[in-house]
């Protein structure tokens, strides 16, 4: 069997990037509505700040408004949720992101329960998780949804009758792909650590989604030929190259082992650069999703 077809996360995050930024300037030509991202980050883990910039970066590309708001770690929790109603108060704000995790003593619960559920751009209030799983119009999770747009290029719109199976049962990942699954009409199966017989329930799928944040986990003969294979996992592990290991040099990797299922699958991400760069895109899309839907457009 020949090698599986590549999804290239790259070039799809670009096409829905130049998507969005025509539908910012169509909203606002025609509305005089610039939808508008506030991103909250508190405290200074430098991976999170990567991640803030590179949202706050991308959504003023697509022309959009954006607003950064960087907090102490030692924050209280009262203004961080006083901020969070400002900002649901907030006319030119249509998005509101904090970003996880936030430091110690602080209730993140609480903190995303405070957000207004039309402005939950990251779509992890109980509203929306409800919304979701009720098949009712919903901000989604974005890196679920970066999941659906990657899986309709690669098998067409129609996935109905498909057999999918999710491995990971996050509220982030695991959960709301499958409910997105679902409502594209495929027969779900999630799949987690209890799971028995784990290799046999992701030979049955016509598509896989592996969710869990072991790295190379699902091997190539877990797969069933010609599935369609989306990794989301981000693993940090050393080179195989013992020399580069020894220099403590890291890679990132999938939680499929890449190179066996390669040899089967129909078609795969790669890690990186596959589900990792629609994240983002897809927050700027649910912003402006939320933008159109509050103001009635
Ligand atoms: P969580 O740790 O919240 O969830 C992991 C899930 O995997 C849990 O449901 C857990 O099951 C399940 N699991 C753990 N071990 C096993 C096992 N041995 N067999 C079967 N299932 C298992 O992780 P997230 O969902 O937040 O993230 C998953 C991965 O995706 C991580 O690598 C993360 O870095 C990556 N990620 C990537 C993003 C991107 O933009 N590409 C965005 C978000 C996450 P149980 O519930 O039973 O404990």
Redo the contacts with the bound molecule.
């Keep these: 069997m020949s090698e599986a077809k590549l999804i290239d996360g790259r070039v799809a995050a670009d096409s829905l990037r130049s998507q969005v930024a025509s539908e910012v300037a169509d909203l606002k030509g025609r509305f005089g509505v610039t939808p508008g991202l506030a991103v909250v980050l508190v405290g200074d883990d430098p991976a999170s700040q990567v991640y803030v910039r590179s949202k706050g970066e991308q959504s003023l590309a697509a022309g959009m408004h954006s607003v950064t708001h960087r907090l102490s770690a030692d924050t209280p929790q009262d203004v961080l949720i006083g901020l969070v109603r400002s900002l649901n108060a907030d006319p030119a704000i249509h998005g509101i992101l904090v970003q996880m995790p936030l430091p110690r003593g602080l209730d993140e619960k609480a903190v995303v329960e405070a957000i207004d559920p039309d402005k939950d751009v990251d779509g992890l209030h109980v509203v929306n998780a409800g919304r979701l799983s009720q098949g009712l119009p919903a901000l989604a999770p974005c ?1 679920p949804v970066g999941c659906m747009i990657l899986l309709r290029q690669t098998l067409g719109e129609d996935l109905s009758g498909l057999r999918a199976v999710v ?4 509220i ?3 959960r709301p792909v499958a409910q997105l699954l679902l409502q594209a009409d495929c027969t779900v199966t999630i ?5 028995r017989d ?1 290799a046999a329930v992701c030979r049955e799928a016509d598509i896989l989604v592996a ?4 790295p190379r ?1 699902i091997p190539g003969d877990w797969i069933r030929p010609g599935a369609t294979v989306i990794d ?4 940090r592990v050393p080179f195989d190259d013992p020399a580069k290991a020894a220099e403590g040099r890291t890679k990132l990797v999938g ?1 499929v082992d890449f190179r066996s299922a390669r040899q089967v699958a129909g078609a795969i991400t790669p890690v990186p650069n596959g ?2 760069p629609m ?1 983002v895109a897809c927050l700027l899309a649910n912003t402006v999703t939320a933008a159109r839907r509050i103001h009635g457009l």
């Design positions: 890196t491995v990971g049962r996050s982030l990942v695991g799949a987690h650590s209890r799971t784990l969710a869990v944040g072991r986990m989301v996992g981000i693993n939680d589900v990792g994240t």
